[in-house]
């Protein structure tokens, strides 16, 4: 049973330029929630996505958009990158309605994201 | 809002002993879910344990129980018989317990690097 993947692993970009990072859930999950870790921090709440639609959203710019797929894969797209964009990117998935451990995430083992 | 705090940058256990890592957290929320992942160096975070705010009980996981003080807000995790396996960064989460879509949004602690000795 696949987990949540992610791709790629690593990528380098320069500053001002664009980046699209993919997540497949894990099977049978529905839900995609995004999360930004700086170097040595706890991870960052970016997005959820439910249904192809953003249903919740933490304190990023409008430069952090993101996208669900009908197959429930996900991608985070970041415009003008910025130095400070820097950090681990993570994924996680979960199932939504009708089960007890729809609290739990999954997690990706994330997208290193240099900008120089 | 929710806010996590874990103070303890750093711990170290020795193998087979005891070691218990703390977090306090603050949330307006009558409903909520707390959670200790663990980030080996592979990066991928992996549940160790969760507790509904609404259970008066101790969680526990083989060798991994946390002690739950709802009134200090205080939610520790003691890790018995530490392995070298258990080596790993260690967050503290909080998270709304709404239902539904207001899952999968969890409020981290800044982490807590444990070292395992042989």
């Known amino acids: 049973d696949a987990g949540v993947t992610q791709s790629p692993t690593h990528l380098i970009k320069t500053r001002g330029q664009q980046v699209t990072l993919r997540c497949s859930p894990k099977?049978?999950?529905?839900?995609v929630s995004w999360y930004q870790q700086a170097l040595g921090q706890g991870p960052q709440f970016i997005f959820q996505?439910?249904?192809?639609?953003?249903?919740q959203r933490g304190n990023f710019p409008d430069r952090f958009s993101g996208h669900q797929f009908p197959n429930y894969s996900s991608e985070l797209n970041v415009n003008a990158l910025l130095l400070g964009d820097s950090a681990l990117y993570l994924c996680a998935s979960r199932v939504t309605q009708g089960y007890s451990g729809a609290n739990v995430l999954t997690f990706g083992a994330g997208s290193r994201l240099t900008v120089l | 809002a929710q806010t996590v705090t874990q103070s303890q940058p750093e711990m170290s256990v020795q193998e087979a002993e005891t070691v218990t890592l703390s977090c306090t957290y603050d949330t307006s929320e009558s409903d909520y879910y707390l959670f200790w992942y663990k980030q080996p160096p592979s990066r991928q975070m992996i549940l160790v344990i969760r507790q509904e705010a609404y259970k008066q009980q101790n969680a526990t996981e083989n060798r991994f129980s946390v002690n739950f003080q709802k009134a200090a807000k205080s939610f520790s995790l003691k890790i018995s018989d530490s392995q070298l396996g258990d080596a790993a960064m260690y967050f503290c989460a909080s998270g709304r317990g709404a239902g539904g879509t207001s899952y999968g949004k969890l409020t981290f602690g800044q982490g807590t690097i444990l070292t395992v000795h042989p």
């Open positions: 996505y439910y249904e192809e639609e953003e249903r």
């Open positions: 099977s049978g999950h529905d839900t």
